[in-house]
């Protein structure tokens, strides 16, 4: 697990934003695993500046990490909603290359299934984004998540719901139920870029880091994958105790390497 400290959200962003542009320059049909939540917000606005000034998308497709249960279509905080707003709709991303779990069949089970078709016929994700949630979740694999499962239906932790309220007008109209890609699902990606910023983040930043690989902390999963790039800042790094050999590795990083 590589872990990079920078002073600013904004900074975290455009670093994140590096690791994709390369990725989409060398590979223009890449396929990118997509978050929500606050925390991928900066590297979207600067996806959408760069496209701006020239990087297409025209040939990438994304699938998102999860989706609420019992939400309408077209739900404004639906996910495939939010990353319509917040990312596909400012750039070319066909939009019949944007693939969300769907948390409005009536076969549940079975529309997991089809989305791990789905991800497995596009020939898997390139370049995974996460956040982490304050009880340490990634996707929402909440605490007690098989550190193997796939994409599945899960009921929200009380703490998740509290935290997501913001987006709604009531925490009352928070949905209990969610599909998610599970964590071996996430675990299948070839590079995963995990942002988090705020001194809410640093319990959860310093024990998947730093502690013991749990299923009491879904994203120390991380520790087992073989390209993990942790990018947060000053707030959420203030619990770890490794910060100088984290520093000391990225500030001599060879530049070849890249993200």
Partial sequence: MEVIILPSSKE????????????????????????????????????????????SFDGVSGFALDEYVGLPAGHF???????????????????ENVHGPDGSSDDVVGACQAYED???????????????????????????????????????????????????????????????QGLGTIMD???????????????????FVEGAVSASCPASILQFHPRATVIIDEAAASKLTGTASYRNAYDNKPAWQGV
């Fill in 189 to 207: 990606a070839r590079h995963l870029v995990l942002v988090a910023y705020g001194a809410g983040k640093a319990d959860a930043v310093r024990d």
């Fill in 12 to 55: 975290i962003g455009a670093l994140a934003a590096d690791s994709i542009e390369a990725l989409v320059r060398n590979k223009p049909n890449a396929v990118i695993g997509l978050a929500t939540g606050s925390s991928p917000l900066p590297i979207y606005d600067e996806l959408a500046r760069r496209h701006d000034g020239g990087l």
């Fill in 77 to 95: 905080e639906s996910y495939r909603e939010v990353i319509r707003r917040e990312f596909t709709n400012r750039v070319d991303v066909a939009p």
């Fill in 118 to 180: 789905a991800i497995a016929a596009a020939g898997g994700i390139d370049l995974q984004i996460l956040g982490v949630g304050t009880n340490g979740h990634i996707g929402f694999n909440e605490p007690g998540s098989s550190l193997a499962s796939r994409t599945r239906i899960k009921t929200l932790a009380e703490q998740t719901r509290q935290d997501n309220a913001r987006f709604f007008d009531h925490i009352d109209q928070v949905p209990h139920h969610v599909v998610t």
